[in-house]
């Protein structure tokens, strides 16, 4: 479940996660690391995109728009959000780096129906979840309240020594108004980036029950199942989430041995 990064090819790319490589329906996702004047292109006439700039700054082109300067962030730690765009299945894009660009290519099955977009950072809402060692700070890059046929992206900053995802939570049945079946991925990175952290993802039976090291750049894969995050004392925990179903709407359940930590708080 988990994925590695590997040395970026002629494009950059430095992880490349499919539905086929995963062996699931819905999520695709790619990072891309790009040097100063590079730039990337890419098009998919089934699938949807949402281009993240996680760090530098680039051009963003989709169909006949053109964003210029895009992004600033030096890394995702930055507390300010990323520049991001949302391209419909079917419309050419390119991503042109001005500096060192970290590019996150995020997709799932969509149609060509809606136009391309820049999202704009101020509508990126930023919130403060959980309380103690349990809180986090999410913000929401494409959430469902945003158009798109499919996609929802999310980032995370985890302080050092905190839990996230927490208490565990799933979201692999489609039962309406309780939960929603949605396939996820999770890039992580730390600070310092020689850190690590942990994430278990488990079911009921058991039948996945995986407690997963990941360490700076990491992608770990949810099909299904419970999948909270512990970040050790004295590294902070980042990560972008995709999630992708039948259904776009995030819906979960806690696991009934944990929920306890809710009601009490």
Request: charged share 25%; glycine share 10%.
């Amino acid at each position: 479940m988990r994925v590695r990064p590997h040395a970026p090819d002629a494009t950059g790319c430095v992880l490349d996660i499919t539905p086929d490589s995963a062996g699931w329906q819905h999520v695709g996702f790619k990072m891309v690391v790009l040097a100063p004047g590079q730039p990337l292109a890419g098009r998919d006439d089934g699938r949807e995109t949402c281009l993240v700039i996680l760090s530098g700054v680039a051009d963003i082109v989709a169909g006949t728009h053109r964003w210029t300067g895009q992004g600033g962030r030096a890394s995702v730690f930055e507390d300010r959000p990323p520049a991001a765009a949302y391209v419909p299945a079917g419309t050419a894009w390119c991503v042109e780096a001005g500096s060192r660009v970290e590019l996150a290519i995020c997709t799932a099955p969509g149609e060509d129906g809606l136009p391309p977009r820049l999202i704009d950072p101020a509508a990126m809402s930023r919130e403060v979840r959980g309380q103690g060692t349990n809180q986090r700070f999410v913000r929401n890059i494409l959430p469902e309240t945003e158009p798109a046929c499919g996609l929802l992206v999310v980032e995370v900053i985890t302080p050092g020594g905190h839990w996230s995802s927490y208490p565990p939570h799933k979201h692999d049945r489609d039962t309406p108004g309780e939960e929603t079946m949605l396939e996820e991925t999770y890039y992580h990175r730390l600070d310092p980036p020689q850190g690590f952290a942990f994430q278990r993802v488990y079911t009921d039976d058991r039948s996945i029950d995986e407690a997963i090291a990941v360490e700076d750049g990491d992608v770990v894969m949810v099909p299904r199942g419970y999948h909270p995050v512990g970040a050790p004392h004295g590294y902070d925990l980042y990560y972008l989430n995709v999630m992708a179903g039948p259904r776009r709407q995030w819906m979960f359940r806690n696991d009934p041995a944990h929920d306890w930590i809710v009601r009490r708080a």
